[in-house]
């Protein structure tokens, strides 16, 4: 298997915040959608991917992504990515899924834009 690591950083109540390192590809894509998944059937229906550290990604890496929205979605949770590579970026961008995923510069902007649509709901 190549190289690539899930790491949960910060969790409180349906939130999640994990860092994706190494590389999404057809070898590590079945183990990021399983992880990422596993953490909105544990309750962090709303999850943060921190993708800064990521080096490589494929067709594969990309539709595990999606996989992981469709799943949040389903759970009446959302996805968010934080430090987008410039090139998974463009892929985003181009394919119209940047309207979908919600991307900050980093993970501290990623919490802190959750942290106020909470707030704005619940008001």
Known sequence: MTDFRLTTQHTEGDLALAHVSGELDIATAPHLRAQALALIEQGHRHLILDLGAVTFCDSTGFSALVGIYRCAKTSGGTLT?????????????????????PAHPTAAHALVAHSSSQDTATA
């Not at 990515?81 to 995923?101: K, M």
């Open 81 to 101: 990515l934080a430090a987008v590579p410039d090139r998974l970026e463009r892929l985003l961008d181009l394919t119209g899924l940047s309207t979908l995923l």
